[in-house]
C-alpha cells in the first residue's frame, strides 16, 4: 500500500512539474493525453466489470476535455474554429456520459478515435512551428 501510494504521489509531482515548466502547446498536448489516458482506463473498467472504476475514469476524462480543452478555447480570437471545436468538445462528453449510462465501449472508442485525430493535428501544428526556430539555433 506505501508503494503504491508513493509511486502515485511521484507520478503526481512528475506531471505537476511538466505542467508548471509547458508551454501552452505542451499544455494542451498534456490535456490530449490525459483525455485518452482516462478514456483507456475506462474501456478497461468496463473489460472487467468495474463499474466505479469505468464512472471515475469516464468522469476525469469529460472534466479534462469541458475543464481542460474546451475552456482554453480563445471563443473571440478562434472564430468559426473555436466555435466548432468547442461543439465538438461538448459532442465528445455527451458521448462520454451515454457510454457510461449504456457500458458502451464502441462509444468510448469512437470519443478516443476524435481525441487522437485532433491530438495529432495539433502536435503536428506544435512541430511545424518549432521547426523555424530550431533551424535558427542552427
Do not use: C
Not at 505542467?19 to 483507456?40: E, N, R, W
Not at 476524435?114 to 518549432?130: C, P, V, Y
Amino acid at each position: 500500500m506505501y508503494t503504491q501510494r508513493g509511486a502515485s504521489t511521484y507520478a503526481s509531482v512528475g506531471v505537476e512539474t511538466g505542467a508548471m515548466s509547458a508551454s501552452p502547446h505542451q499544455l494542451i498536448v498534456m490535456l490530449f493525453d490525459g483525455a485518452m489516458a482516462a478514456i483507456f482506463k475506462a474501456k478497461w473498467a468496463m473489460e472487467h466489470h468495474d463499474i466505479a472504476g469505468r464512472g471515475m475514469a469516464i468522469s476525469k476524462a469529460i472534466d479534462i476535455i469541458d475543464g481542460g480543452l474546451r475552456a482554453s478555447l480563445d471563443m473571440t480570437r478562434g472564430g468559426e474554429l473555436a466555435e466548432r471545436l468547442s461543439s465538438l468538445y461538448e459532442y465528445m462528453s455527451r458521448s462520454l456520459l451515454k457510454a457510461n449510462v449504456s457500458n458502451d465501449k464502441a462509444l468510448l472508442e469512437h470519443v478516443e478515435r476524435l481525441l487522437s485525430d485532433i491530438s495529432g493535428a495539433w502536435k503536428e501544428i506544435g512541430s511545424t512551428s518549432q521547426q523555424p526556430a530550431a533551424a535558427a539555433q542552427v
